[in-house]
């Protein structure tokens, strides 16, 4: 996968929009209904056909997988680029056709074509490519690419109805990293290929009146991996190959009904209801490449139901009061069979006794109320409550309920100046420890962050200021705090913090310039025991800073001639795990610089070059990214990557 190759099956797609395009157009013409062809004298005509296109070259100084992740643009070299918009507008009868290219020449390129009648009916093709190229190693290059291919129709069969209806296929393939073991000895890093299919579809219909609304849909997912297993060789003692099984093959299907009704002019109901299907039944691998032991089932059999059922309320008694409240109720349902399975430890050997797989399952209803009043010009007060609780089953705690309080407030203090206060306090109760949610090696004093007793307080103030016409400032802070004052062992307490400064100067109707800061601070803190000296406890804090600066300049040089900008954006990283009383692990690091400049000029007034110039710059420090001779890794990615991209390119507008 580069950045400058086309393939034929992209060449064949775009054929066929083009084949498209001309035969709609002319279905479009051929429309005759007399209602509609009664045009308006006072409406501007924007009938026909009109777009651009634009064609460009672009060069790339050095390699970055860094700089080109999401797009492709990870290779050296020179690239071809094409982009272009098409539309149709019949002049009567309300047809009209869209066609969009977007980066045909990179590996992120989308297409998409839709056309039909106004108020009648409509269908649409898409095609988009999304690439991720995560790693550039010196075993292996860890990069994906999904294609999504779709089509969408929908249809108006009377006033008020309208029948929809999707499809999309999306197809992963690649190769990604997998870590692999025997036992408790010769780990290694495996390149593994990706290749699997996912299938999207639905239909629905719709009814919207003056005071009922309505949806009733059906949504379904297929996923299908074509491969069933990863195996690979031992350089290590013990079996000669390992083996290990990959996502299995499963499918979703959902019923689903949303209602709204409009109760009087100040209050509306909403319900909504779904429920789902998932199962699973690939066939089991054996137990090991060399283990005869019998498995208990063929497969998994797996079978969840899901059920998603929710209510909302919204009025206003009075002018300056709103009342909102929702409640919501899932479900999850697993009924997927208990079977004993012996306990694998290596590729060939199973440990004594065995284990129950535990089909997990939750109940959750959350109810939201809120409040606001408008005291006078500019100054509103809000207020709320939420009460989520859930219950689950095979999990440390039963039970979890988590109450939250909120405030907030928004006034103007004097004229170009808007503040925003608001507070939170959130305290969740959970159940005793469940000595029956594991089988082996549970520890009562540890207990997963999500499902223990916690307090949070959260704070957040925003202001803006429009000082002059021209110059507009703005700062928002954030806090949070995360108590967890039950642990023992795991997560005992987290903070965060950020602040965000902006400027917005524009000196004159040419030229204007922004810029912004954000400073992000989390911590956090939690104790562990060692499972081969559990006396002692041992402390471990962790502290991230993100420092982010960017700057924006546009300026219209020659007022309909020339416009040029830029724009700037400095990000540093910094991380350090502490272990109070022992040695600290080396700080993690990352800096990003990255530049960018345009510049546009029209020739005529239908045809404009376009320049660009982009530099990144991107450069990471992390001790876990290093050899290690006792690991067999694909080697180690580059701490430096830096490139230099100059893309020229032409558009022509027709009409």
Not at 149 to 177: C, L, Q
Not at 440 to 451: G, R
Not at 480 to 497: C, I, P, Q, S, W
Not at 512 to 519: D, E, Q, R, V
Request: proline share 4%.
């Amino acid at each position: 996968m580069s950045a400058n190759k086309i393939p034929m099956q992209y060449a064949l797609l775009v054929a066929a929009l083009m084949q498209i395009l001309p035969d709609a157009a002319c279905a479009a013409k051929a429309g005759d209904d007399a209602d509609e062809a009664k045009a308006c004298d006072d409406c501007p005509n924007v009938s026909g056909t009109s777009g651009w296109v634009e064609g460009g070259i672009g060069i790339q100084s050095k390699d970055s997988y860094h700089f080109g992740r999401y797009t492709g643009q990870v290779d050296s070299g020179a690239y071809v680029n094409l982009n272009g918009v098409v539309s149709y507008r019949g002049s009567l009868d309300g047809a009209y056709l869209n066609g969009e290219l977007v980066d045909l020449g990179l590996d992120s390129r989308r297409l998409s074509v839709e056309g039909g009648r106004q108020g009648k009916y409509a269908i649409g093709l898409e095609y988009d490519q999304v690439p991720n190229y995560r790693k550039q190693l010196t075993g292996a290059s860890l990069e994906t690419e999904r294609d999504r291919t779709g089509v969408k129709f929908s249809m108006v069969p009377a006033k008020g109805w309208e029948i929809t209806g999707k499809y999309r296929r999306e197809t992963k393939e690649g190769t990604r990293d997998m870590g692999a073991a025997f036992g408790f000895a010769s780990p290694e890093i495996l390149a593994v290929p990706v290749s699997y299919q996912t299938d999207d579809f639905g239909v629905a219909l719709g009814y919207q009146g003056e005071r009922l609304q309505a949806r009733f849909a059906y949504d379904g997912s297929l996923f299908n991996n074509d491969r069933d297993a990863v195996t690979w060789n031992n350089t290590g003692v013990g079996p000669v190959t390992g083996r290990t099984a990959e996502a299995p093959d499963n499918q979703f299907h959902q019923l689903s009904a949303q209602l709204g009704y409009q109760l009087s002019p100040l209050t509306r109901l909403g319900a909504s209801f779904a429920r789902g299907r998932m199962t699973q039944d690939q066939g089991f691998l054996p137990y090991g490449t060399a283990s005869a032991a019998a498995l208990p089932a063929s497969n998994l059999n797996g079978e969840v139901n899901t059920t998603l059922a929710r209510l909302d309320v919204n009025s206003r008694p009075l002018p300056r009061l709103r009342l909102d409240a929702s409640y919501t109720y899932s479900d999850r349902d697993n009924n997927t069979p208990v079977n004993l399975y012996n306990y694998l430890v290596t590729d060939s050997a199973v440990a004594p006794g065995a284990r129950y797989n535990r089909p997990y399952s939750f109940t959750q209803n959350l109810l939201r109320l809120k409040a606001g009043y408008k005291v006078g010009s500019g100054t509103d007060i809000s207020a709320g409550f939420d009460n989520d609780k859930m219950e689950r089953t095979y999990q440390q705690a039963d039970t979890t309920e988590d109450r939250t309080i909120w405030a907030k407030l928004k006034f103007q203090p004097s004229a170009g100046v808007d503040v925003s206060l608001k507070a939170s306090h959130a305290n969740r109760d959970a159940s005793a420890y469940d000595p029956t949610a594991f089988q082996a090696n549970e520890n009562p004093l540890s207990k997963a962050f999500e499902m223990a007793d916690r307090t949070r307080n959260k704070a957040g103030f925003d202001v803006s200021y429009e000082a002059r016409e021209n110059l507009s400032l703005g700062l928002g802070l954030d806090y949070y705090r995360d108590n967890y004052k039950d642990m023992v062992l795991g997560l005992t307490e987290a903070t965060g913090f950020s602040a965000s400064p902006t400027l917005t100067y524009t000196l004159n109707e040419r030229m204007s310039a922004s810029a912004y800061y954000t400073y992000e601070r989390l911590k956090s803190g939690q104790t562990g025991r060692d499972v081969f000296d559990p006396v002692p406890l041992w402390l471990e804090e962790d502290a991230n800073k993100t420092n982010t600066v960017g700057l924006n300049f546009n300026w219209k040089a020659i007022p309909n001639k020339l416009d040029v900008g830029a724009d700037l954006v400095y990000a540093k990283f910094i991380g350090k795990m502490q272990y109070p009383g022992n040695t600290d692990l080396p700080e993690l690091k990352s800096t990003l610089t990255a530049l960018g400049m345009h510049g546009t000029y029209a020739l005529k007034e239908n045809i404009s070059l376009r320049a660009d110039y982009r530099y990144e710059r991107y450069r990471e420090d992390d001790w876990a990214n290093a050899y290690d001779a006792l690991v067999q890794t694909l080697g180690v990615s580059p701490q430096k990557q830096e490139t230099h991209l100059i893309y020229l390119s032409m558009r022509y507008h027709f009409k």
